[in-house]
């Protein structure tokens, strides 16, 4: 190989004698850097394989194959529950987010800091009312489209074979997003919350064998107090954004393998 | 390019090694696969099954391919998508505005208040746990009983969540359609119905009915709903629409 860097590859060089807009321009020079370090284009050259695979040839739909090109599958409207419950959560993951900015879990304090923190967010905090107000109807709603979800998911016969797994999945989910639910009901430290909590308390104790130590573990402890709270905190802004996040992309990660269930 | 007529002494990249296996001395996929042992053998051995069994597949399917690839994911999918989804954060927003949470008294150990509960989907739960006076007494225990109140709420949490993952597993074959299943709908909607009068009993201090009547209409109103689903399904595979789905499950597609 010669030393000289003139030759096929001098790709600034051949940059220039394109005449290119500036957006395309930007994006070549940003790619040929990358490039040359990473070896971008030979995942990409991956990525598109992939890609092609999965989508050259789809198959025909149901709809297309029997001629039904006039019937409407009146459940349709309905498999958009699944992507409402997805929107639902990141708009809630956003609000909360900037809530965790203000919010203290602390049960110290009379009325505890936590509970003086939501107060400072509704009213003096700029657009902090709205912010609460739009996180609780995000969840709200979330649980909302995720109950109906899985009642679409029933009624389109859509759990059976191949898609067993993902119907225990989306137990799971179901689960965790009510767990996601009722640790951030706890967060405020108001009456309700205290009371919510403590009937998780005897909820756990009443469990035999594990009970005790999914009370210690849960909440801290068979009082409810700053130990609870800060529990409570770790697993709503910490533990479960992560691991239901996850869970989700894989969800609909399935999904996409597999494709919709069709109806018949 | 220079590359040809650079000699061997002028190169400035080393070379090659020359220790690089002649062709016919790589080992083949089938050998490479003898050579191993164990789980990584039988890897192997499957993914060239599989591969096999896909090939054998689509060999033997008439299933219809077509030639367009779909709609363009711009401008078609991406304005749709966007406007479903601007329309849907922007309900969430107006509601939120519209109907601003409270932040009731600050937690006081000290005083139970009236009411506890949890958010509305918790509902259904924590009504399971009011069960209660469904715990049975037992004779031999002199109307003591086998489990503590709570315990057998929890339990009841347990063999719902339970039935409902055991569900793939109770009910397969290829019936998408409720009409097809009259009994797994019916099944259902005694679920749903189940679910809100379930959630009922949890607030039941609120509704000013009698406990033993309400118990009752907990139980009694899925399956009145369930009947009537049945009812109404197979009514309907009279129609022509159950007709029609039967026909194209045994139809074959049209080349
Ligand atoms: C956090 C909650 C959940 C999210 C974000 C979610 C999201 C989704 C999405 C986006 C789809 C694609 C199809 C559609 O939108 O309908 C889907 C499909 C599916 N979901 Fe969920 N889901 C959730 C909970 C559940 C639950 C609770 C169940 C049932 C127990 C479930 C079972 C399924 C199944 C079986 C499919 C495949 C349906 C088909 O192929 O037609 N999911 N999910």
Redesign the pocket.
């Known amino acids: 190989m010669s030393l000289e860097k003139k030759d096929d590859f001098d790709h600034y060089g051949w940059l220039k004698t394109k005449d290119l807009t500036p957006i395309e321009s930007v994006f070549l020079t940003t790619l040929v850097f990358l490039d040359r370090r990473l070896r971008i284009v030979d995942y990409l050259e991956l990525l598109e394989d992939a890609y092609y695979k999965v989508n050259l040839q789809m198959p025909k739909s149901h709809t297309e194959q029997y001629d039904l090109d006039n019937k409407f599958w009146y459940w349709y409207p309905?498999?958009?529950?699944?992507?409402f419950?997805?929107l639902a959560?990141i708009v809630a993951a956003v609000s909360g987010a900037l809530l965790g900015f203000y919010y203290a879990p602390t049960a110290a304090g009379d009325p505890s800091a936590a509970y003086n923190s939501i107060e400072m967010i509704m009213t003096e905090l700029q657009f902090g009312f709205a912010l609460r107000s739009i996180h609780r109807w995000a969840a709200q709603i979330?649980m909302a489209a995720?109950f109906l979800?899985?009642l679409?998911?029933y009624f389109?016969g859509?759990?059976k074979e191949p898609?067993e797994l993902?119907?225990l999945?989306?137990?799971i989910?179901?689960s965790l997003?009510m767990v996601f639910g009722y640790t951030g009901y706890l967060l405020p430290w108001n009456q309700l919350a205290f009371w919510a909590g403590q009937i998780g308390v005897e909820m756990a104790l009443a469990t035999p064998i594990v009970g005790e130590w999914a009370a210690q573990l849960l909440f801290g402890g068979f009082t409810l107090g700053q130990a609870t709270l800060i529990r409570m905190y770790i697993l709503h802004v910490f533990v479960l954004p992560f691991v239901?996040t996850a869970l989700?992309a894989l969800?609909?990660g399935i999904?996409w393998v597999?494709?919709?269930?069709e109806p018949h | 390019m220079s590359e040809n007529e650079t000699t061997d002494d002028a190169r400035t990249d080393g070379g090659e090694t020359g220790i690089v296996a002649p062709d016919d001395e790589v080992p083949t996929w089938s050998e490479r696969k003898e050579r191993k042992a164990g789980l990584s053998r039988l890897t192997y051995e499957y993914f060239e099954r599989s591969r096999r069994e896909d090939q054998d597949l689509r060999n033997e399917s008439d299933y219809v391919e077509r030639d367009v690839l779909g709609f363009p994911t711009w401008p078609h999918e991406i304005i749709r998508n966007l406007s479903i989804s601007m329309f849907f954060v922007g309900m969430i927003v107006l509601i939120a505005a519209a109907l601003p949470p409270s932040l009731e008294a600050p937690a006081d150990p000290s005083s139970t208040p009236e009411i506890i509960l949890p958010d509305w989907y918790l509902y259904w739960s924590f009504g399971l746990l009011k069960l209660n006076p469904l715990n049975p007494g037992l004779a031999v225990l002199d109307g003591g009983k086998l489990l503590s109140d709570q315990l057998y709420g929890v339990l009841a949490n347990v063999v719902v969540v339970g039935a409902?993952a055991l569900l793939p597993y109770l009910n397969k074959g290829s019936a998408r359609r409720p009409v097809e299943q009259p009994f797994w709908a019916s099944i259902g909607v005694g679920g749903a119905v189940f679910s809100i009068t379930i959630a009922a009993l949890a607030v039941q201090n609120l509704i000013p009915l009698p406990l033993p009547l309400q118990l009752n209409i907990v139980f009694v109103f899925p399956v009145v709903a369930g009947i009537i689903t049945y009812a109404v399904l197979k009514t309907m595979r009279e129609g022509y629409m159950y007709g029609l789905n039967r026909r194209y499950y045994m139809l074959r597609p049209p080349k």
């Open positions: 309905l498999y958009s529950l699944g992507f419950s997805t959560y979330m995720v979800h899985m679409r998911v389109t859509s759990y898609r993902n119907w999945l989306g137990i989910l179901i997003s239901v989700i969800h609909i999904v597999q494709g919709i269930a | 409902v």
